[in-house]
C-alpha cells in the first residue's frame, strides 16, 4: 500500500498484546528487536521474518538496545528498578540488575539513597561496548561489561 508521502508498507510484526514502546537493530542489520506495556519482548531475523526469541518481563518494558560488536548482548530496561541483560548468542541467559539496589549502595560518587524503587528513564552502551548506562530519576549509573569473558563461550555470567 502506497502511502500519500511515498512511503511504503513492506510487513508488520505483532508479538505482543499492549502498546510498543521501544525498538532497535542489532550490529549487523539481521536482527530487530521490540519491547512493550506488557513485558512482552520479541526479536526477529528480518531475513525469514521469524520470530526467533521472545521473553517475558516482570514489569513493563521501556527501553531496549543491542550492544554494539563485537558483543553479543540485549538490555531491555523495565518502567521502575531492572534491567534485563540477554544473551543474545542463547537467548535463554540473562542477568538483571537492580538499580535501585545498585543506586542505595553509596557507590563512590554517587550519594547514598534509600532502597527504593526508581524509575528507568533509559539505557546505552559505550561505543565500544565496555558499559552499559542506565538512567534513573535524577542520576546515571554505569556497569562495566567484561568483554573478554563476553567473547568467550561457556562463561556463568554475562557481565
Known amino acids: 500500500m502506497r502511502e500519500p508521502a511515498g512511503y511504503t508498507l513492506l510487513t508488520s510484526f505483532t508479538e505482543a498484546c499492549d502498546v510498543g514502546m521501544c525498538c532497535c537493530w542489532n550490529h549487523h542489520g539481521t536482527l530487530f528487536a521490540s519491547c512493550h506495556q506488557d513485558g512482552a519482548v520479541a526479536v526477529w ?5 521469524a520470530c526467533v526469541a521472545r521473553l517475558a518481563l516482570a514489569s513493563a518494558a521501556r527501553c531496549i538496545k543491542f550492544s554494539p560488536a563485537p558483543l553479543d548482548l540485549l538490555a531491555v530496561s523495565e518502567h521502575e528498578d531492572r534491567v534485563c541483560l540477554v544473551d543474545a548468542r542463547c537467548w535463554g541467559r540473562r542477568q538483571v540488575l537492580a538499580a535501585s539496589q545498585d543506586a542505595g549502595a ?3 560518587g554517587s550519594p547514598a539513597r534509600a532502597s527504593r524503587p526508581v524509575d528507568v528513564s533509559g539505557i546505552a552502551f559505550t561505543p565500544s ?14 556497569y562495566d561489561i567484561d568483554s573478554l569473558k563476553r567473547k568467550t563461550f561457556g562463561v556463568a555470567s554475562v557481565l
Open 45 to 49: 531475523d528480518q531475513r525469514s521474518g
Open 129 to 142: 561496548g565496555s558499559r552499559l548506562w542506565v538512567g534513573l530519576d535524577d542520576y546515571c549509573l554505569s
Open 106 to 108: 553509596g557507590l563512590a
